[in-house]
């Protein structure tokens, strides 16, 4: 058995998971988005 299904062998757990889940904000990149902005983090170092 995996660490996901120890965590969701226990419906508490799997409801507090997939509520913790859907309320995280979705967030999407285009492929050519990701590159620029990884670009963009890498160069201010």
Same mark, same amino acid.
């Given at each position: 058995?995996? #660490?996901? #299904?120890? *965590?969701? $062998?226990? %419906?508490?757990? =799997?409801q507090h *998971? $997939? #509520? $913790?889940?859907?309320?995280? %904000?979705?967030? $999407?990149?285009? %492929?050519?988005?990701? *590159?620029?902005?990884?670009? #963009? *983090?890498?160069? =201010? =170092?």
């Amino acid at each position: 058995m995996d #660490e996901t #299904e120890d *965590l969701t $062998s226990n %419906p508490a757990n =799997k409801q507090h *998971l $997939s #509520e $913790s889940i859907a309320s995280e %904000p979705i967030v $999407s990149f285009t %492929p050519e988005e990701f *590159l620029q902005h990884t670009d #963009e *983090l890498l160069r =201010k =170092k």
